[in-house]
């Protein structure tokens, strides 16, 4: 069993950067693709961004491109979604999610992963 826990959520003001983690725990996810997902009130879980197991691919949303920045820290156990440019329409839940499936096209949608964290709360002001 994987343990996902997110951190770093919090209220910024549009423009200003936030920096998520995941931590993981119950046994290395070095072997594991590892995704960002968020949740708006009302709203479906959407796909933000994805890294492969070795880190030398990563994958993002159209909406966030350019803006965000997904990395991991294998030795920490440890996947980060740096946050820049925020905007008020990236207000939602961010969850983490861990996937064993090497099948990148998989990857996009929540039914691909096996492990999910709690969820960690971003709210940006305009």
């Known amino acids: 069993q994987v343990q996902l826990v997110e951190s770093g959520g919090g209220l910024v003001q549009a423009g200003g950067a936030l920096r998520l983690s995941c931590a993981a725990s119950?046994?290395?996810?070095?072997?594991?693709?590892m995704g960002w997902f968020r949740q708006a009130p009302g709203k479906e879980r959407e796909f933000v961004a994805v890294?492969?197991?070795?880190?030398?691919?990563?994958y993002y949303a159209d909406s966030v491109k350019g803006r965000f920045t997904i990395a991991r820290d294998n030795a920490k156990n440890t996947v980060y979604l740096q946050m820049n440019s925020l905007e008020p329409e990236d207000t939602a839940v961010y969850y983490c999610?861990?996937?064993?499936?090497?099948?990148?096209?998989?990857?996009?949608?929540?039914?691909?992963?096996?492990?999910w964290g709690q969820g960690t709360q971003v709210t940006v002001s305009s």
């Open positions: 119950g046994r290395s996810v070095s072997s594991y693709a």
């Open positions: 890294i492969n197991w070795t880190g030398t691919n990563t």
């Open positions: 999610a861990a996937t064993r499936v090497v099948v990148a096209s998989t990857w996009y949608h929540p039914n691909g992963y096996d492990y």
